[in-house]
């Protein structure tokens, strides 16, 4: 059964003040690593698509790593409008339905 | 239309009414997913359509009726909801199994936001 666990729960930021959020996953035949940032009372919108160990991505001030066990999604010189819920998922080789994390809150206050 | 849309994006029901939400994908995907989420919870998978199958969660209740007259729309029936069932529900779309590599990505739309009352 593939698993993913987010860390931390919550997270608070000064604006400007770096930092990284956790992904640990477990899956049999990665297929594909998903994040997400997802606003109150919206729908997750669509930030990478992660593939193979080594991988990363770039969009703004984020940046998204993946290892053979856990990605990072990094947030640089974050800003207040960086607020938001960050969900992560996996699609294993098993199934099409991808397992989703309970994800990270962040705030970042100016 | 682009993306995922749903209707109502809000939605305020007795507990004796019947209603339905409305999902429609225009990524021409062929698989389709309604999604519960309740206030400070992970989103919890209710059912699946795709062309090779039907996934349902087997804790989700028979008050809720899932319905997929093809791959682009999918309807969530509500019949004598209870006030436990007021949360965003969400749909979302994405290709199916058997695709090729970098058609993964699963879409989600704006939402639903369900009250009972």
């Known amino acids: 059964e593939d698993q993913v666990t987010q860390s931390p729960e919550a997270l608070r930021l000064q604006e400007g003040e770096s930092s990284s959020l956790n992904c640990s996953y477990t899956?049999?035949?990665?297929?594909?690593l998903f994040w997400y940032r997802q606003d109150p009372g919206k729908g997750p919108e669509f930030l990478f698509t992660?593939?193979?160990a080594g991988e990363e991505k770039e969009k703004e001030r984020l940046k998204a790593t993946l290892t053979k066990k856990e990605s990072f999604l990094h947030i640089t010189a974050p800003k207040p409008e960086d607020s938001a819920t960050y969900l992560c998922?996996?699609?294993?080789?098993?199934?099409?339905?991808?397992?989703f994390g309970r994800g990270t809150s962040l705030i970042v206050h100016p | 239309e682009t993306g995922v849309t749903q209707t109502p994006r809000h939605l305020v029901m007795g507990m004796t009414n019947k209603k339905s939400l409305k999902c429609e994908q225009h990524?021409?995907?062929?698989?389709m997913y309604w999604y519960k989420q309740s206030a400070k919870k992970p989103l919890e998978l209710m059912f699946v359509?795709?062309?090779?199958?039907?996934?349902e969660n087997n804790s989700v209740p028979s008050r809720f009726s899932p319905e997929c007259p093809n791959s682009s729309h999918l309807f969530l029936h509500l019949h004598t909801l209870q006030p436990e069932d007021s949360a965003l529900y969400l749909c979302?779309?994405?290709?199916?199994?058997?695709?090729?590599?970098?058609?993964?990505?699963?879409?989600f739309g704006p939402g639903t936001r369900l009250l009972v009352l």
């Open positions: 979302a779309s994405s290709q199916g199994r058997f695709k090729p590599r970098g058609q993964e990505t699963q879409y």
């Open positions: 899956v049999s035949g990665l297929r594909g």
């Open positions: 992660l593939y193979s």
């Open positions: 998922a996996v699609r294993g080789g098993g199934s099409y339905i991808p397992t």
């Open positions: 990524l021409g995907h062929n698989a």
């Open positions: 359509y795709s062309l090779e199958e039907r996934v």
